[in-house]
């Protein structure tokens, strides 16, 4: 079992940066794909960013390119999320999730983090 563990969340102002962190609990072989979704009340959840196992594969919603970006650290059992130029519209509770590939992130979720953007 795989628990996910994100923090960096919080308040910001709009135009103003946050780093999410996900940190899986245990280190493991199987070469997972990572991710972060987002939630907001009346709306569906939304894949915002994704990594393949090595990093050198990325995915991004439309309307998070060129603002954020995903990365992986060096021991593959962290992910982040660098959020640029933030806008009230990216207020959300962001889940970090694992899967096999960067469109299948079912395997494992983590509690979710708590990202308001004041305007």
């Known amino acids: 079992q795989v628990q996910l563990i994100e923090s960096g969340g919080g308040l910001v102002q709009a135009g103003g940066s946050l780093r999410l962190s996900c940190a899986a609990s245990i280190r493991t072989s199987k070469n997972y794909a990572m991710g972060w979704f987002r939630r907001t009340p009346g709306k569906e959840r939304e894949l915002v960013a994704a990594?393949?196992?090595?990093?050198?594969?990325?995915t991004y919603a439309e309307s998070v390119k060129d603002r954020f970006t995903i990365s992986r650290g060096n021991a593959k059992n962290t992910v982040y999320l660098q959020m640029n130029s933030l806008k009230p519209e990216d207020t959300a509770l962001y889940y970090c999730?694992?899967?096999?590939?960067?469109?299948?992130?079912?395997?494992?979720w983590g509690q979710g983090t708590q990202v308001t953007v004041s305007s």
């Open positions: 999730a694992a899967g096999q590939t960067r469109t299948d992130l079912n395997d494992y």
């Open positions: 990594i393949n196992w090595s990093g050198s594969g990325t």
